[in-house]
T-cell receptor, first 113, second 111 residues
């Protein structure tokens, strides 16, 4: 089955700096790659997603890039703010079979004021 | 508002007891999922259902059971066979291979 690895596990940046989180996946058939933000004691919420027919997608301060050949994708957050502090998860899924999202292990992002 | 509702928010289980976690959605999604989250770890798939009256084991199904009698509901029972049930449980639903919507979770603790 699919396996998703995520790095780093923790990331501390100064307010205004950029943050980058990287994920790799194992199943070349995976074609949907979402990123979720989870605040303490709450369920994850989608912040951005990308499909395998697109190499990059941007939404204001957040962007995701996908390299299908290398089977990795990354989340980029620019001009970080204290409210960006949370745990971020990458995930992957495909159109066939169980279609369930397989998640990375998460990155705890701390933005220092 | 459309969304997923999990209840209760906190649940305490005694040794040898079965407990049931509720998950209801009004998003008209066919697929529903149960995930388990342990501290500092990612989400692991317990069970999933892609259609009413059908469900499949995920990666860590031992000690759990589910039912899917209605499209809107996908309850999870944590049985006494689950030896380490203390965790944060998350229910999700999605349409096809698109965004998954999550509930706010149930924190289960063994006492």
């Amino acid at each position: 089955g699919e396996n998703v690895e995520q790095h780093p596990s923790t990331l501390s940046v100064q307010e205004g700096d950029s943050a980058v989180i990287k994920c790799t996946y194992s199943d070349s058939a995976s074609n949907y790659f979402p990123w979720y933000k989870q605040e303490l004691g709450k369920g994850p919420q989608l912040i951005i997603d990308i499909r395998s027919n697109v190499g990059e997608k941007k939404d204001q301060r957040i962007a995701v890039t996908l390299n299908k050949t290398a089977k990795h994708f990354s989340l980029h957050i620019t001009e970080t703010q204290p409210e960006d502090s949370a745990v971020y998860f990458c995930a992957a899924s495909l159109d066939t079979g169980r279609r369930a999202l397989t998640f990375g292990s998460g990155t705890r992002l701390q933005v220092q004021p | 508002d459309g969304g997923i509702t999990q209840s209760p928010k906190y649940l305490f289980r005694k040794e040898g007891q079965n407990v049931t976690l509720s998950c209801e959605q009004n998003l008209n999604h066919d697929a529903m999922y149960w995930y388990r989250q342990d501290p500092g770890q990612g989400l692991r798939l317990i069970y999933y259902s892609q259609i009413v009256n059908d469900f499949q084991k995920g990666d860590i199904a031992e000690g759990y059971s589910v039912s899917r009698e209605k499209k809107e509901s996908f309850p999870l029972t944590v049985t006494s066979a689950q030896k380490n049930p203390t965790a944060f449980y998350l229910c999700a639903s999605r349409w096809a291979n698109t965004e998954a919507f999550f509930g706010q979770g149930t924190r289960l603790t063994v006492v």
